[in-house]
């Protein structure tokens, strides 16, 4: 039995921020690496970021790099994504996955339902 549920997105204007939260329930989750990916319409599904289980190794894509952070707090069985200076092209559907190992995009195995952000000129 795996859960995962986003939250937080929402509409902003060019430029501003959002900090989406993804609380997770279940076994063994302190143990796995975890992740955010985002679908623009029309367009597959990409990573943003990943992070492993102790929070010690992160990654990101360069398209996001240095605007978006992604973080975990184990103890509250959440992963967040801070977002800032948030561009239109930033505007997709944004999911929350679990992972055996943050070093392999096919270990991402288990997601959540999405968020939308939205972000206007």
């Known amino acids: 039995q795996v859960q995962l549920v986003e939250s937080g997105g929402g509409l902003v204007q060019a430029g501003g921020s959002l900090r989406l939260s993804c609380a997770y329930s279940g076994r063994t989750f302190s143990s796995y690496a975890m992740g955010w990916f985002r679908q623009a319409p029309g367009k597959e599904r990409e990573f943003v970021a990943g992070i492993s289980w102790s929070g010690g190794m992160t990654y990101y894509a360069e398209s996001v790099k240095g605007r978006f952070t992604i973080s975990r707090d184990n103890a509250k069985n959440t992963v967040y994504l801070q977002m800032n200076s948030l561009k239109p092209e930033d505007t997709a559907v944004y999911y929350c996955?679990?992972?055996?190992?943050?070093?392999?995009?096919?270990?991402?195995?288990?997601w959540g339902q999405g968020t939308q952000v939205t972000v206007s000129s």
């Open positions: 996955a679990r992972a055996t190992t943050v070093q392999a995009l096919t270990a991402y195995t288990n």
